[in-house]
C-alpha cells in the first residue's frame, strides 16, 4: 500500500510539539509515524526506517522512569535527537547533562560553529533565531561527538564524529524557528538521504486501506456538520466503503441562521452519498438549561451527539458499528494528554474528551494525526469543492459556547442574527478566505446607552477574527477600521437587544479562539 520509499520513525518521548515534528516530514514529502520509545529493538528493525527522530519531553534523563531507549538504536538508522532527545544521546553516550543554571525557554539566537550536517548551506558562525524550551542542558558533548552550534555557553547541537547521528538543543518543528525547516530537510536529505515522493494521495491510500480491513461488511455512520473535517472524514470513509456509510446531520439547535438549510444543499450536491438530518432542538436546549460552566456545557453536548447517533442509528436500520468523525490533532491535543505527552487539558471538544463512556460505537477518525491545512488539502486531492475546504471552522457545540454562560433561546436569536451581518459584511468586503475563522459572541452583561435620545441597556456583541494556519496559535486579524466601523453600525442598528460591539485583540496564546 505505501509505495513511497523513505520512512521516518519518530519516538515520542512526551513533547507537545512532536506531532509538529510529523508534519513537518510530511511537508517534505517523506511518510513518517510517531510510536512510543518503549517498542522494542526488535520491532524497530522490522519497521525498517530510513531514519529515526528522538522527540523533545519534559523529563530530565536522570529521572526515575525517563523515556528512554538502547543504545543500539543508535545504529539501525540516522538518528536526529531533538531537545530532550539530545539529552538522551547525551546520556547515552557518556557526556554530561545537568540541570539548572541555563534555562531557556522562547526566543534565542544560535551560533552555527560547523556548517555542514543538518547546519548545510549556513554560514560558519551564522547567528539563526530559534525556539528554545529546555531547563536542562549538555554540559560536556560524549566521546566520539564534536559540537556544531551554541547558544551563549550552552551547547546548543553536537554530531557523532563518524555516525550519522545528529542532535539539537532547540526546536527546529515550531514555527518560530526561522531556518527549522531547513534543519529538518538537512537531515531527510542530506543525512538519510530520503526520497521526497510522499503525497496526500499516499494519505488516501492508505487510510482506504485500513477502513477497509477495519470495516468489513459492517455498517457505519458519521456525524456530518457540513464542516470541512468532517465533509473530508466522510469522502474518505465513503471511497472506502461507498454505501455502507451513512451520515448524519445533527440540527442541534445551536447552529447559525439557515445553516441546516445550508448544509443539506451543499451536502445534497457534493457529496453524493446517504445523509440523514436529525432535528435535535428540543433535546440540545433541554439539557443545557441552566447550566453556565463550560465545560459542563461540552461534556453535555458530547454526550447528546452520541446519543442522537445511538437512535439515528438504529432507527435507520443500520445498527453501526462504527461511528465516524473529522476529529483533528488539535481537537486531540487540548482535550487529553496525548500519547503520553505532557500536555494539560485547555478545554474539552465535544468530540474527544466530551464522549460518554458506554459508547457504543468503534471510532473511525482518519484525520486525527493531521493540522487543518493539511485536512484541506486532503480534501482538495479527494476532490470537494473550494466552498467546501475553504469553509471557516465551526465548533461543534456551536452557539453554545459562543454565548458566555447560560444558553438561552432569546440569547442565541440575537447571536445568530449579529453572527449573519458579520460573515456577511466580511464577504462583501472579499476578506472572508484571508481570514482563518470569524465569529461573534454573546456576552451575558448589559451596558447603558443612548438611541433615539433615549436610554438604552443593553446587550454586548464581542467579534472575533483570527489568523491562524492550525488553530494551534493564532493572531487577531487587522480588519480596515471601515469594514469594523460597517459590522458595528448594522448589527447595533439592525439586531434588538445590542447598544454595543467590541472587538477582541487576543492572541492565542494566551486567550483561545474561542470564548469558552
Ligand atoms: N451538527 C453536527 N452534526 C453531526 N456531526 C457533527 C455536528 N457538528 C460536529 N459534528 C461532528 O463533530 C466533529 C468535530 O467537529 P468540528 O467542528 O471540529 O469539525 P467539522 O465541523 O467537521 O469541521 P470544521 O472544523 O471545519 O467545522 C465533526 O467532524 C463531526 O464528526
Ligand atoms: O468541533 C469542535 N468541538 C469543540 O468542542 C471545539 N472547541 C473549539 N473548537 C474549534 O477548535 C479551534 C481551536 O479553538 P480554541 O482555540 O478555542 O481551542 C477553533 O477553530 C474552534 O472553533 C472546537 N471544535
Ligand atoms: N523540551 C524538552 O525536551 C525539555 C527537555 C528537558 N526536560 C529540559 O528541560 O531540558
Ligand atoms: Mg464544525
Avoid at 418 to 444: K, M, S
Wanted: hydrophobic residues 40%.
Amino acid at each position: 500500500m505505501r509505495n513511497t520509499s523513505s520512512r521516518i520513525l519518530i519516538l515520542d518521548c512526551g513533547s507537545q510539539f512532536t506531532q509538529l515534528i510529523a508534519r513537518r516530514v510530511r511537508e517534505a514529502r517523506v511518510y513518517s509515524e510517531i510510536h512510543p520509545p518503549t517498542q522494542s529493538l526488535e520491532w524497530i528493525r522490522a519497521w525498517n526506517p530510513t531514519g529515526i527522530v528522538l522527540s523533545g519531553g519534559p523529563s530530565s534523563v536522570t529521572d526515575e522512569g525517563a523515556p528512554t531507549v538502547s543504545r543500539e538504536l543508535l545504529d539501525i538508522a540516522p538518528v536526529l535527537g531533538v531537545c530532550y532527545g539530545m539529552q538522551l544521546i547525551a546520556h547515552l553516550e557518556g557526556g554530561a547533562v545537568v540541570g539548572g543554571g541555563r534555562r531557556e525557554y522562547g526566543r534565542a539566537e544560535v551560533v552555527v560553529d560547523e556548517p555542514s550536517g543538518l547546519f548545510a548551506g549556513f554560514d560558519q558562525g551564522e547567528r539563526t533565531t530559534v525556539w528554545m524550551s529546555h531547563g536542562d542542558h549538555v554540559e560536556q558533548v560524549p566521546p566520539g561527538y564534536v559540537a556544531t552550534a551554541h547558544s551563549g555557553s550552552t551547547c546548543a547541537g553536537f554530531r557523532h564524529e563518524q555516525k550519522p547521528i545528529y542532535a539539537i538543543q532547540f526546536h527546529s518543528e515550531v514555527h518560530h524557528t526561522v531556518r527549522g525547516a531547513e534543519i529538518i530537510q538537512n537531515f531527510l536529505f542530506g543525512v538519510c538521504h530520503c526520497t521526497p515522493d510522499w503525497t496526500p494521495g499516499h494519505f488516501i491510500d492508505q487510510e482506504v486501506a485500513k477502513i477497509r480491513a477495519l470495516v468489513g461488511d459492517r455498517q457505519v455512520i458519521c456525524g456530518l456538520s457540513g464542516g470541512v473535517d468532517s465533509s473530508v472524514a466522510a469522502a474518505l470513509v465513503h471511497k472506502a466503503i461507498g454505501d455502507q456509510l451513512t451520515c448524519i446531520f445533527v440540527d442541534t439547535g445551536l447552529l447559525r441562521l439557515h445553516e441546516r438549510e445550508q448544509v443539506e444543499r451543499t451536502m445534497g450536491q457534493h457529496l453524493g452519498m446517504k445523509l440523514i438530518t436529525v432535528r435535535a432542538e428540543d433535546r440540545f436546549l433541554t439539557a443545557l438549561a441552566g447550566v453556565g460552566e463550560p465545560e459542563r456545557k461540552r461534556k453535555i453536548i458530547g454526550e447528546h451527539f452520541i446519543r442522537v447517533f445511538e437512535s439515528a442509528s438504529e432507527e435507520a436500520g443500520k445498527n453501526a458499528a462504527f461511528l465516524v468523525q473529522g476529529t483533528l490533532y488539535p481537537d486531540v491535543i487540548e482535550s487529553v494528554s496525548a500519547k503520553g505527552g505532557p500536555s494539560a487539558t485547555i478545554k474539552t471538544h465535544h468530540n474527544v474528551g466530551g464522549l460518554p463512556k458506554d459508547m457504543k460505537f468503534g471510532l473511525i477518525e482518519p484525520l486525527r494525526e493531521l493540522f487543518k491545512d493539511e485536512v484541506r488539502n486532503v480534501g482538495r486531492e479527494l476532490g470537494l469543492p473550494e466552498e467546501m475546504v475553504g469553509r471557516h471552522p465551526f465548533p461543534g457545540p456551536g452557539l453554545a459556547i459562543r454565548v458566555l454562560g447560560e444558553v438561552s433561546p432569546y440569547a442565541l436569536d440575537i447571536l445568530r442574527r449579529a453572527d449573519a451581518i458579520y460573515l456577511e459584511e466580511i464577504r462583501a468586503a472579499g476578506l472572508y478566505p484571508e481570514i482563518w475563522q470569524a465569529f461573534a459572541v454573546f456576552l451575558p452583561v448589559r451596558s447603558v446607552g443612548v438611541m433615539g435620545d433615549g436610554r438604552t441597556y443593553e446587550h454586548v456583541i464581542a467579534l472575533r477574527a483570527v489568523t491562524s494556519t492550525d488553530g494551534m496559535t493564532a493572531d487577531w486579524y487587522a480588519f480596515p477600521h471601515d469594514v469594523l466601523g460597517r459590522i458595528s453600525n448594522r448589527i447595533i442598528n439592525e439586531v434588538d437587544g445590542v447598544n454595543r460591539v467590541v472587538y477582541d485583540i487576543s492572541s492565542k496564546p494566551p486567550a483561545t479562539i474561542e470564548w469558552e
